[in-house]
């Protein structure tokens, strides 16, 4: 089964410095999908970046980045120059593949950052 | 906006009552999910339809909840004699499913259950 660990329940950062969320995995399927989604006090899950297992490259997309290092099974989240708008929970989530169904995903129980002046 | 939509946003009702949430994919969506997040947790799957046809479904969904996606457009999510463990937020998301897709799920913004 499919286990996303997320060790830091709680961050804080300055603005306009960069934060690096943790997150690691354990899947024994050699074909699986990272996620990170965003999920402000409104509730919603905001999609940040996704990284496939057979990217060769690290995934970017505007001010996140992914730290995909696939021997040590992490998935570390990047964001830099932080923004007030930032302050939120952060979930790490895998997809799973192993029943069949290439679609369900596993979260892990989130981070919560905090951006301050 | 066309985004995915859930409704109501928020319930309060009584143990033992029944209680029926709705959700609206991306219409050109035909795959469709629950997740049930309590409080300082991730979200956890609950069952997922390829159009109607619901293909899998969590041990977290006890013979009180039955979800139905009858032409497999909306949903609707049905919790029978609630108990105050049920008590969470209801999240729903929809995705394509042809190759080359966007790979990731789309979420609506929930429908938080409370129940006294």
């Known amino acids: 089964a499919q286990k996303i660990t997320q060790t830091q329940p709680g961050m804080f950062v300055q603005e306009k410095e960069a934060v690096t969320l943790d997150c690691t995995y354990d899947?024994?399927?050699?074909?699986?999908?990272l996620f990170w989604y965003k999920q402000p006090s409104s509730g919603e899950m905001i999609f940040l970046i996704y990284?496939?297992?057979?990217?060769?490259q690290n995934a970017t997309e505007g001010r996140y980045s992914l730290n995909f290092q696939k021997a040590r099974k992490s998935a570390n989240l990047v964001i830099s120059a932080s923004q007030l708008g930032d302050s939120a929970m952060y979930f790490c989530?895998?997809?799973?593949?192993?029943?069949?169904?290439?679609?369900?995903?596993?979260f892990g129980t989130g981070t919560r950052l905090q951006v301050t002046l | 906006d066309t985004g995915v939509s859930q409704d109501p946003r928020h319930k309060i009702t009584k143990r033992g009552q029944n209680v029926t949430f709705r959700c609206d994919p991306i219409?050109?969506?035909?795959?469709l999910y629950w997740y049930r997040q309590t409080l300082g947790q991730g979200p956890e799957f609950l069952t997922y339809?390829?159009?109607?046809?619901?293909?899998?479904k969590s041990r977290l969904l006890s013979d009180r909840f039955s979800a139905e996606r009858p032409k497999g457009s909306f949903s609707t999510l049905e919790i029978q004699r609630t108990e105050q463990g049920d008590s969470a937020m209801y999240l729903c998301?929809?995705?394509?499913?042809?190759?080359?897709?966007?790979?990731?799920?789309?979420f609506g913004p929930g429908t938080r259950l409370t129940v006294l």
């Open positions: 998301a929809s995705s394509p499913s042809q190759a080359g897709g966007p790979p990731e799920q789309f």
């Open positions: 899947t024994s399927d050699p074909s699986y999908g």
């Open positions: 990284q496939g297992s057979y990217d060769q």
């Open positions: 989530a895998m997809r799973d593949t192993t029943t069949g169904t290439a679609s369900k995903l596993t």
């Open positions: 219409s050109e969506h035909n795959r």
């Open positions: 339809f390829q159009n109607e046809a619901q293909l899998e």
